[in-house]
T-cell receptor
């Protein structure tokens, strides 16, 4: 079991460019979560899918951020027109529906110049 | 909504000493409690989790205590060693069937000195 896989590990974009972050959950896990981590804000919940359906996106910024889960093997977080304040580590986690335990990937460090 | 406070933000101990990290929460419906460890450049590693019907859990040198009356959760690392140096986070959720959102504490940077 390779755990939750996030790619890329590091991404550098210029201001105004688009960034797409990928997450492959643990095989068999039905729930996928996205969190953002910064020094100032700490760990912030962004969004959550269950059986590929969006369940709670209350943490997603209303503009420029979107997340999808087109199949059970991957989820994407897309940030359009990136801004310097989007710079953060974006963490993906997955869980089985029978447990409350979240297993995290190593994260994608996004740097917007 | 749920508020989680974690302290201390920084903790330095000598090798072999114990280290205690405390979180307080506000929502009495909170039912799931966990502790994560984050090493530099890595994701979060689950250390231990408990449900609200558990007051104490010990595993491999770690002790989690849950005081529901005071809404306080603690992590005690007994006999800490340099490999324990990392950032530790508590995380809680209401854990009802539809509520999976984990609320994290602000983290504790633990340094264990040889």
């Amino acid at each position: 079991n390779a755990g939750v896989i996030q790619t890329p590990r590091h991404k550098v974009t210029g201001k105004g460019q688009e960034a797409t972050l990928w997450c492959e959950p643990i095989s068999g896990h039905s729930a996928v979560f996205w969190y953002r981590q910064t020094i100032v804000q700490g760990l912030e919940f962004l969004t959550y899918f269950r059986n590929q359906a969006p369940i709670d996106d209350s943490g997603m910024p209303k503009e420029r951020f979107s997340a999808q889960m087109p199949n059970q093997s991957h989820s994407t977080l897309k940030i359009q027109s990136t801004q310097p304040q989007d710079s953060a580590v974006y963490l993906c986690a997955s869980s089985s529906l029978s447990q409350n335990t979240l297993y995290f990937g190593a994260g994608t460090r996004l740097s917007v110049l | 909504g749920e508020q989680v406070e974690q302290r201390p933000p920084h903790l330095s101990v000598r090798e072999g000493d114990s280290a205690i990290i405390i979180c307080t929460y506000t929502d009495s419906a909170t039912a799931y409690f966990s502790w994560y460890k984050q090493e530099a450049g890595a994701g979060l590693q689950l250390l231990m989790s408990v449900l609200s019907n558990v007051d104490r859990k010990e595993e491999q040198g770690l002790t989690v205590l849950l005081n529901k009356k005071d809404k306080r959760l603690s992590l005690n690392l007994t006999a800490a060693h340099p490999g324990d140096s990392a950032v530790y986070f508590c995380a809680v959720s209401a854990a009802s069937s539809g509520s999976w959102q984990l609320i994290f504490g602000s983290g504790t940077q633990l340094t264990v000195m040889p």
